[in-house]
C-alpha cells in the first residue's frame, strides 16, 4: 500500500488530535433528562442517525458525512449556557431539524455534488420548508463559531494506520489494508449510532477499532500488530488518552459490534487475508 510521508502523516494526526482536545468536544449532554416529557432521547438520536444514512446511501455519497453532522448536532446540543441548544433539546421537531440541516452542511462541505436546501424540504415533504433548515443552518453554524471541519473516527484511524504500517514489523498485502480499514470504517459507524461514544475523543474511539482487529491475524502478525499500536500511542506529541480509557472504549465498541463482551479469543471475527 502506497503511505504518505511518515512526518507529514506524523504532524497531520498531532494536529487534529490538538482539534479534539480543544476545540472538537461534546458532553454527555442528555445526563439527568431520563424520562422528562418532551426531551429527546438516546432513541430519538439513533434513528436520525439511521435517517441520514438512508440518505446519503440513496443519494450514494460518503457515509462519513454523517459523522460529520452527528459531530455537529452533538456539539451544538452540548451548550448548556445556550437556550437555543436548550430548547432544541427539549423539542423533537426541532431536533430533527437539527439534524438534517447539520446532513446538509455536512454534504455541502465534504462533497462535490452538494444537496440543496431544497432537497431536504422535499424529502421531509415539506415539513421543514427552505426557510427553516436555511434558518437553522446559520444558527447551527454561529453556535458553532463556524468549526465544522471536524477530525472523525475514520480520518484518524486512517493516519493512525498509516503509522502503523511503518511501525509494524510485519508486511500486509494491500488487500489486506484496505480489508483493515473497512473494518474500521464499520465499526466506525455503527460508534456513530450510540450515544456511548459522544463524550468520546475520535482518536480513542479509532484506536479501539484498530484493537479489535488484532484478534483477525496469526499470532505473529498480531503481537506485531499491536506492538506497532503501542508504538505509535506511545510518541509523546500525541497525546493519546490513557491506556484504561482506550481498553474501556475498546471493549465497549466491541460489545456493540458483536453483540457481547470481549473475551479475546477472536472466535466473532474472520481471519483477515
Known amino acids: 500500500m502506497s503511505w504518505n510521508n511518515d512526518t507529514s502523516v506524523a504532524e497531520s494526526l498531532a494536529v487534529m488530535m490538538q482539534k479534539e482536545r480543544s476545540v472538537y468536544k461534546s458532553c454527555d449532554y442528555l ?20 435517517w441520514c444514512y438512508s440518505v446519503v446511501d440513496i443519494c450514494q455519497l460518503e457515509r462519513e458525512t454523517v459523522a460529520v453532522a452527528m459531530d455537529m448536532v452533538d456539539r451544538f446540543l452540548s451548550n448548556k449556557s445556550s437556550t437555543v441548544a436548550m430548547d432544541v433539546r427539549r423539542d423533537r421537531f426541532q431536533f430533527q431539524l437539527l439534524t438534517i440541516t447539520a446532513l446538509y452542511v455536512s454534504i455541502k ?12 424540504a422535499s424529502i421531509s415533504r415539506e415539513l421543514y420548508p427552505v426557510q427553516e433548515i436555511e434558518a437553522m443552518e446559520l444558527i447551527l453554524l454561529q453556535e458553532l463559531s463556524w468549526y465544522i471541519s471536524v477530525p472523525t473516527y475514520v480520518q484518524m484511524a ?38 456511548h461514544f459522544v463524550t468520546q475523543r475520535p482518536s480513542t474511539v479509532a484506536v479501539a477499532a484498530i484493537l479489535n482487529l488484532a484478534d483477525r491475524f496469526s499470532k505473529d502478525e498480531s503481537q506485531a500488530f499491536v506492538r506497532a499500536i503501542l508504538s505509535v500511542m506511545d510518541n509523546a506529541e500525541f497525546e493519546f488518552e490513557a491506556i484504561e480509557v482506550i481498553i474501556a472504549t475498546r471493549n465497549k465498541l466491541y460489545s456493540v459490534v458483536y453483540g457481547h463482551d470481549y473475551t479475546g479469543d477472536g472466535h466473532d471475527n474472520q481471519v483477515i487475508d
Do not use: P
Open 109 to 120: 462541505i465534504t462533497m462535490k455534488d452538494a444537496l440543496g436546501s431544497d432537497f431536504f
Open 158 to 195: 486512517r493516519h493512525i494506520l498509516t503509522l502503523v504500517s511503518i511501525h509494524a514489523h510485519v508486511t500486509f498485502e494491500q488487500t489486506k489494508w484496505a480489508a483493515i480499514l473497512d473494518e474500521v470504517e464499520y465499526q466506525a459507524e455503527l460508534a456513530v449510532r450510540d450515544y
Open 31 to 50: 445526563n439527568g433528562t431520563s424520562g422528562i416529557h418532551g426531551v429527546i432521547d438516546e432513541e430519538d438520536r439513533t434513528k436520525m442517525v439511521d
